[in-house]
């Protein structure tokens, strides 16, 4: 841990602003049925700390990919991704990762999933147990410690997914349209939770979605993707005060602005092929 | 028709389905006790009272218990090595791609041996006694045990690993709390096919040659006409198999209560 940290800080005294750093990237999948199917191309990105960044895009453009790239879960085709300095290569354990569906473990109970990214190495047993409470407090999960994923409701699961996440303190998030399924008020109550947990930690958060009005909501900076081969098409700044309210954000000044920019560019990219597949 | 399901017709149909089945069970064993000796010989099909006579007088004297033992050991000592030996197998090689494409014809060709016609050879190689039997059931404990947990290791979602890799979960840890969970339905489905077949293991290796064994017994019954020794051996046999799986079933649900505990919690968000 002591050597990572100190690549970390080497790195960060050499590029000082970027924690992650896209360079060039493409990915390209072997199937055996089609050839190879290209899933993105030449993506440059660079994510500052504590920056909250969506990338939107419609269904299948490889957004999705991008984040499992970052995460190390499969390895570039060209290019690098630098994470603090150093180039992804393997399982990166210096992100948290919220998938789609919650992908709680199912065997483990709420406080169990919750508390176990803290290595006893970092965490002292008293520590643990502090984090977890806390964490599962700001969840408002209180009274559900000893509970099952296969008991909790859509909602309460997809909390426990994103406090996992968080609980082991890595500095960035990759959140995978995690608010997918879920329907319109719970979004709106998690997005809004989410965005005050995010206000007291500051971790970077790179978040996946294909709804532009969460895009905008939450985003410092929106990301925009086309469709396959996917390539970045902007990059959009959000002007929009914070704290942000989720629930009247479209009176929020600067939100027409950002959102008219936004679905200027995509309803180019609605013409382009239907969405077929998933991201 | 429409049809409305009250709790009386669920209640009154339980006790016609249980008064039926008991009707079937009761009269297959008196129309067994009346058919012996009037319309079939006794030596061909024994009578229920006489096998309940034999199994009384074999415990009593004690014959039966010494056979009983002496199959038990072969199954304590080779069904536990055989599934774990199998589970062992399997786990790795899901776990290394390398392993699997080197040894998965190999362990194919081997399991398309019909493996009770190894027997005669254990009896070579490990002689008459115990050792024997105890690697007919390891061999029929094995293969099913591994082939479940190699489907468990194929058919598990590999998130969750990617995902306890990300919170820096690995080794003993990985193994243990992610992947045995993880891929436990098939494990236990391994295990719990594997029971009847570890006794017929332990039971075909006692018919090709022993001196004693609940298979030896029933083979030495069956030679000199003693029919209902036939049937108390068999149904040994069956109560073995019942407190294997029941156990098993125990330790199963035990293991799989988060699979169980599906009591959803009706609350917003």
């Known amino acids: 841990m002591a050597d990572l940290a100190h690549e970390a800080q080497q790195s960060r005294q050499t590029q000082p602003d970027v924690v992650i750093k896209v360079q060039n990237v493409s990915k390209i999948f072997h199937t055996p049925s089609q050839a190879n ?18 990338v939107v895009g419609p269904s299948g ?28 290569q393997g399982i990166n354990t210096r992100v948290g990762y919220v998938p789609q569906e919650s992908k709680l473990f199912p065997w483990l109970t709420v406080e169990e999933n919750v508390g176990f990214g803290l290595s006893p190495k970092r965490f002292s047993k008293a520590d643990r147990e502090r984090q977890v409470d806390y964490f599962i407090k700001l969840a408002g999960l209180s009274g559900f410690e000893k509970y099952y994923p296969a008991q909790l409701s859509g909602g309460m699961g997809k909390r426990a997914s994103i406090i996992r996440a968080l609980a082991y303190e890595p500095p960035v998030i990759l959140m995978d349209e995690p608010f997918g399924p879920l329907d ?15 206000e007291q930690k500051r971790q970077t958060i790179v978040f996946v979605t294909h709804d532009l009005v969460e895009a905008v909501a939450l985003a410092d900076r929106v990301v925009v993707m086309t469709h396959r081969p996917g390539k970045i098409k902007d990059v959009i700044k959000i002007n929009m005060a914070r ?20 679905w ?4 180019h990219e609605l013409h ?7 991201s | 028709m429409p049809t409305t399901t009250t709790s009386k017709s669920i209640f009154s149909r339980t006790i016609t389905v249980t008064l039926i089945r008991s009707a079937i069970v009761v009269g297959f064993f008196l129309a067994w006790e009346f058919a012996s000796g009037r319309w079939i010989e006794p030596f061909l099909i024994s009578s229920p009272s006489r096998i309940f006579t034999s199994l009384f007088n074999g ?10 033992w002496v199959t038990f050991q072969e199954i304590a000592i080779g069904f536990p090595v055989g599934a774990i030996a199998g589970i062992g197998l399997g786990y790795s090689f899901g776990r290394s791609r390398l392993l699997a494409e080197i040894f998965e014809p190999i362990i194919i060709a081997l399991n398309g041996i019909p493996r009770t016609a190894l027997a005669p050879l254990f009896i070579v190689w490990l002689g008459i006694g115990l050792w024997s039997k105890v690697g007919v059931v390891f061999l029929l404990t094995f293969f099913l045990n591994f082939f479940n947990t190699y489907t468990g290791m194929r058919q598990m979602d590999h998130e969750y690993v990617d995902l306890a890799g990300l919170m820096g979960v690995k080794g003993w840890k990985l193994t243990f709390k992610v992947i045995f969970p993880a891929i436990s339905p098939y494990v236990f489905t391994g295990i719990r096919t594997s029971i009847p077949f570890a006794v017929i293991g332990a039971i075909v290796g006692e018919f090709v040659a022993a001196t004693e064994g609940v298979g030896f017994f029933i083979r030495m019954s069956a030679g000199i006409f003693k029919t209902a020794d036939v049937f108390v051996g068999i149904i040994v046999l069956m109560i073995m198999v019942i407190i294997m799986d029941r156990i098993a079933e125990m330790v199963e649900r035990r293991a799989l209560r988060w699979q169980t505990q599906t009591e959803h919690i009706q609350i917003q968000a």
């Open chain 1, 264 to 267: 200027e560019i995509f309803r």
């Open chain 1, 184 to 198: 319109a008020q719970t979004r709106m109550v998690l997005q809004d939770e989410l965005l005050k947990i995010w």
């Open chain 1, 243 to 262: 704290p942000r309210d989720i629930f009247e954000i479209h009176r929020q000044e600067g939100f027409d602005d950002a959102y008219g920019r936004l």
């Open chain 1, 37 to 54: 199917l290209s899933a993105l191309t030449d993506i440059e990105l660079d994510i500052r700390p504590g920056e909250f960044v969506t």
């Open chain 1, 61 to 88: 453009c490889g957004k999705s990919t991008l984040l499992k790239l970052i995460a190390g879960f499969s390895p570039v085709s060209a290019g690098r991704i630098l994470f603090q300095g150093d180039e992804v």
């Open chain 2, 59 to 68: 415990f009593y004297s004690g014959d039966l218990l010494q056979h009983t």
């Open chain 1, 272 to 278: 382009i092929g239907r969405p077929s597949e998933h």
